[in-house]
């Protein structure tokens, strides 16, 4: 059974920073891409952010560029991402998930993805 918990959210105020994880269980987790997606109220869900299986490759939304950054630790099958500069368009439901077969192009395309977590949520306050 592939399970994805998150963890790291909470409420702050903007120009603060939070970190992220997620533990993956139940799937080859150095063999898997990962990715993260943030849903807003009344929003549709969205690409934050994709790592490769080997971390090389990494890709990010635009709006997020230069202040998130994606990581993951595959001994300890943790996937974080790292929150700096948070504004309050951030505050969202954030959600890690796994699936596609790489990154590439269309990172951002939630139907790629296999499995999800619950979320956490961010809430950042001006």
């Known amino acids: 059974q592939v399970q994805l918990e998150e963890s790291g959210g909470g409420s702050v105020q903007a120009g603060r920073s939070l970190r992220l994880s997620c533990i993956v269980s139940?799937?080859?987790?150095?063999?898997?891409?990962l990715g993260w997606f943030r849903q807003a109220p009344g929003k549709e869900r969205e690409g934050v952010s994709c790592i490769s299986r080997s971390g090389t490759n990494r890709y990010y939304t635009d709006s997020v560029k230069g202040r998130f950054t994606i990581s993951r630790d595959n001994a300890k099958k943790t996937l974080y991402l790292q929150m700096n500069s948070l504004k309050p368009e951030d505050t969202a439901m954030y959600y890690c998930a796994a699936g596609p077969q790489v990154c590439g192009g269309s990172w951002a395309d939630l139907s790629r993805y296999n499995y999800w977590g619950q979320g956490t949520q961010v809430t950042v306050s001006s």
């Open positions: 139940g799937l080859t987790f150095d063999d898997t891409p």
